[in-house]
């Protein structure tokens, strides 16, 4: 129990990257309408202001790790490490999106930035959640503005059933999620991480183990959900494929990453007990998970729907990862996500550029010759797609191999080798745009493409030095995930 | 009521009725998600989902003699109403684009 409800300064500094994002938020949505239509470009400026500022206030809340609110966030190496990761995913789809809005709707709007503010706020609590309730609040928080986003150009049919679809799957997600928090609660006395995995040490296994196991499955679902497992994906495409190409970005990359960090902080600390009869469960949604995924996307013509079926067999990768239940493993998990970040972004960007008005050009073929239409776009898409398969020299070749070496590690060699032929399968779709792109002359009807606007660039240069950075140096970035892993308890 | 009749009903309503009837709730709501097509019904079924999973902590609150189960569900409750209220405004765009609330039209995307 609190001795006292004021909250004191290290509490409030550990909530403070969260607090200048809801408040900076809230001022952005009072400001919009105030703002001329001409100097609505301003807003995204806020928008990066306050994400740089909670970026550096994550640094700093890093330097007195603990937990605040009576145990109700906990900021350790893994919560910094994905609140980064989140803030810097939100930074680039931010950058992507001005020139996107611009050429769609004529104008600039400022309500998408204090959304994307706003789902930034519930995806960083989502990482440093240490509370199942709380955990709840900021997958609801991420989740409410990702349903406005995904629907965000209303007058386009496309945009609203990608927002529908992502609202009704998405709520009914959730509701399996809390009634087995609410199991949770009523067979542990608690929703706190800690305690509840003391519970269950402590005799709730023996005396309703059942329930315990039903109640953790009902979570397990609406976590599936979220990260978008077989057999729980089937919006997935959907709502990649109808949303705007920068909100699918931020939705594949951002809110991934923070539901994975959800998983394996809660199957970390408050279910570890319970790892043993997990892994039946992990090991068979990992392996339906990459083979569903990468098998859909071989078939896919439209560039955007087969992004999304990758983006399922990246997340049956990860799952792999979190299968292993160590250290290690969770450390993959963060290395993957950190190099996955960065070349889905990077990818969607591509689209995006080519897409043009309207997003006419999305099927793969309308990636023909674009080596001579757009040679520096061509060279950025070989960057991220090279990665996406694994090639050394990119982040994604490091990223599979400490996950597959995290899987050996624990004993899991049938799915280690299931995963390496699934990988081996997926850079088939991969080589696919790469040989449409390089061999195929440019179809008649394919336009120019539109002239790059500075923030887009800048988003398309960031990710592939990223990524490169990742391939070359990846010991930087390891040895941090390496050291937070530890402290995930 | 008559004397005879209320030593025929127990003195509280046991746990396990919530229980049981937040389960047949929650598995109502399932159901209706599942074979109902008017997309409102498809989201009043959510709602009932997560008015058992209230339930269930209002119950487990009242046995715990703790007070966090009802502040939870008053969390529930709150996301619950943000959810309609930018829930209803999608189906309202939807309904302007393609004049139909049934669910299988709203299916452009090839699966």
């Given at each position: 129990?609190?001795?006292?409800?004021?909250?004191?300064?290290?509490?409030?500094?550990?909530?403070?990257?969260?607090?200048?994002?809801?408040?900076?938020?809230?001022?952005?949505?009072?400001?919009?309408?105030?703002?001329?239509?001409?100097?609505?470009?301003?807003?995204?400026?806020?928008?990066?202001l306050?994400?740089?500022?909670?970026?550096?206030?994550?640094?700093?809340?890093?330097?007195?790790?603990?937990?605040?609110?009576?145990?109700?966030?906990?900021?350790?190496?893994?919560?910094?490490?994905?609140?980064?990761?989140?803030?810097?995913?939100?930074?680039?789809?931010?950058?992507?999106?001005?020139?996107?809005?611009?050429?769609?709707?004529?104008?600039?709007?400022?309500?998408?930035?204090?959304?994307?503010?706003?789902s930034?706020?519930?995806?960083?609590?989502?990482?440093?959640a240490?509370?199942?309730?709380?955990l709840?609040?900021?997958?609801?928080?991420?989740?409410i503005?990702?349903?406005?986003?995904?629907?965000?150009?209303?007058?386009?049919?496309?945009?609203?059933?990608?927002?529908?679809?992502?609202?009704?799957?998405?709520?009914f997600?959730?509701?399996?999620?809390?009634?087995?928090?609410?199991?949770?609660?009523?067979?542990?006395?608690?929703?706190?991480?800690?305690?509840?995995?003391?519970?269950?040490?402590?005799?709730?296994?023996?005396?309703?183990?059942?329930?315990?196991?039903?109640?953790?499955?009902?979570?397990?679902?609406?976590?599936?959900?979220?990260?978008?497992?077989?057999?729980?994906?089937?919006?997935?495409?959907?709502?990649?494929?109808?949303?705007?190409?920068?909100?699918?970005?931020?939705?594949?990359?951002?809110?991934?990453?923070?539901?994975?960090?959800?998983?394996?902080?809660?199957?970390?600390?408050?279910?570890?007990?319970?790892?043993?009869?997990?892994?039946?469960?992990?090991?068979?949604?990992?392996?339906?998970?990459?083979?569903?995924?990468?098998?859909?996307?071989?078939?896919?013509?439209?560039?955007?729907?087969?992004?999304?079926?990758?983006?399922?067999?990246?997340?049956?990768?990860?799952?792999?990862?979190?299968?292993?239940?160590?250290?290690?493993?969770?450390?993959?998990?963060?290395?993957?996500?950190?190099?996955?970040?960065l070349?889905?972004?990077?990818?969607?960007?591509?689209?995006?550029?080519?897409?043009?008005?309207?997003?006419?050009?999305?099927e793969?073929?309308?990636?023909?010759g674009?080596?001579?239409?757009?040679?520096?776009?061509?060279?950025?898409?070989?960057?991220?797609?090279?990665?996406?398969?694994?090639?050394?020299?990119?982040?994604?070749?490091?990223?599979?191999?400490?996950?597959?070496?995290?899987?050996?590690?624990?004993?899991?060699?049938?799915?280690?080798?299931?995963?390496?032929?699934?990988?081996?399968?997926?850079?088939?779709?991969?080589?696919?745009?790469?040989?449409?792109?390089?061999?195929?002359?440019?179809?008649?009807?394919?336009?120019?493409?539109?002239?790059?606007?500075?923030?887009?660039?800048?988003?398309?240069?960031a990710?592939?030095?990223?990524?490169?950075?990742?391939?070359?140096?990846?010991?930087?970035?390891?040895?941090?995930?390496?050291?937070?892993?530890?402290?995930?308890? | 009521?008559?004397?005879?009749?209320?030593?025929?009903?127990?003195?509280?309503?046991?746990?396990?009725?919530?229980?049981?009837?937040s389960?047949?709730?929650?598995?109502?709501?399932?159901?209706?998600?599942l074979?109902?097509?008017?997309i409102?019904?498809?989201?009043?079924?959510?709602?009932?989902?997560?008015?058992?999973?209230?339930?269930?902590?209002?119950?487990?609150?009242y046995?715990?003699?703790?007070?966090?189960?009802?502040?939870?569900?008053?969390?529930?409750?709150?996301?619950?109403?943000?959810?309609?209220?930018?829930?209803?405004?999608?189906?309202?765009?939807?309904?302007?684009?393609?004049?139909?609330?049934?669910?299988?039209?709203v299916?452009?995307?090839?699966?």
């Open positions: 129990m609190p001795t006292s409800f004021i909250p004191t300064a290290a509490d409030l500094l550990r909530l403070s990257p969260d607090i200048v994002l809801t408040a900076g938020g809230a001022l952005m949505m009072v400001i919009e309408p105030l703002t001329g239509a001409a100097r609505k470009a301003r807003m995204a400026a806020i928008a990066v306050l994400i740089a500022a909670a970026m550096a206030l994550s640094v700093m809340a890093y330097s007195d790790p603990g937990t605040s609110f009576s145990g109700m966030l906990v900021v350790d190496g893994f919560s910094t490490f994905f609140r980064i990761l989140v803030y810097g995913c939100g930074l680039l789809t931010v950058l992507m999106s001005v020139d996107y809005f611009k050429r769609e709707r004529g104008s600039e709007s400022g309500e998408y930035y204090a959304l994307i503010v706003f930034l706020v519930g995806q960083s609590l989502m990482a440093s240490n509370e199942l309730v709380l709840f609040i900021g997958l609801e928080i991420s989740s503005a990702g349903y406005i986003m995904a629907g965000y150009l209303r007058d386009d049919k496309r945009n609203n059933e990608s927002a529908l679809k992502y609202f009704l799957l998405g709520s997600a959730t509701a399996f999620m809390l009634y087995g928090v609410a199991w949770i609660y009523g067979l542990t006395g608690s929703t706190n991480l800690d305690t509840v995995r003391r519970a269950i040490l402590g005799g709730a296994m023996e005396q309703s183990g059942q329930m315990l196991m039903i109640a953790t499955a009902l979570m397990f679902v609406g976590f599936a959900f979220k990260i978008s497992a077989a057999p729980f994906h089937v919006w997935a495409p959907d709502v990649y494929q109808g949303a705007p190409a920068p909100v699918a970005a931020f939705l594949s990359a951002g809110a991934k990453a923070a539901a994975f960090a959800m998983l394996v902080r809660v199957a970390a600390s408050a279910f570890f007990p319970l790892s043993a009869k997990w892994e039946m469960l992990l090991w068979a949604t990992a392996l339906a998970t990459m083979i569903v995924g990468n098998f859909a996307a071989l078939r896919q013509s439209n560039i955007k729907r087969m992004l999304a079926y990758s983006s399922v067999a990246h997340a049956g990768y990860i799952l792999v990862a979190v299968t292993a239940h160590s250290e290690v493993g969770i450390a993959a998990v963060m290395f993957y996500l950190a190099s996955y970040v070349m889905t972004i990077g990818v969607f960007a591509v689209v995006t550029l080519v897409a043009s008005k309207g997003e006419r050009f999305v793969i073929d309308d990636f023909s674009l080596v001579q239409r757009q040679p520096m776009l061509a060279i950025a898409l070989t960057i991220f797609l090279f990665s996406l398969i694994g090639i050394p020299l990119t982040g994604g070749f490091f990223a599979k191999f400490y996950v597959f070496k995290a899987a050996l590690d624990s004993n899991l060699t049938w799915l280690t080798i299931l995963g390496l032929l699934n990988s081996a399968a997926a850079a088939f779709y991969y080589l696919r745009v790469l040989v449409v792109m390089y061999m195929k002359p440019a179809a008649e009807g394919a336009g120019p493409v539109d002239p790059a606007g500075i923030g887009i660039k800048a988003a398309i240069v990710s592939a030095v990223g990524t490169l950075y990742l391939g070359v140096y990846p010991s930087a970035v390891l040895d941090f995930a390496g050291k937070a892993a530890q402290l995930v308890k | 009521m008559p004397p005879e009749l209320t030593q025929l009903l127990p003195a509280s309503v046991p746990l396990s009725w919530y229980l049981v009837l389960a047949i709730l929650f598995s109502l709501g399932i159901a209706g998600f074979f109902r097509r008017n409102i019904t498809v989201f009043m079924s959510i709602e009932l989902m997560l008015n058992a999973v209230n339930l269930t902590f209002v119950a487990f609150s046995h715990l003699k703790q007070v966090d189960g009802h502040i939870f569900s008053f969390f529930v409750m709150v996301v619950a109403a943000a959810e309609a209220a930018v829930g209803l405004a999608i189906i309202l765009t939807v309904f302007k684009n393609r004049a139909t609330l049934e669910i299988d039209e299916s452009s995307m090839k699966l």
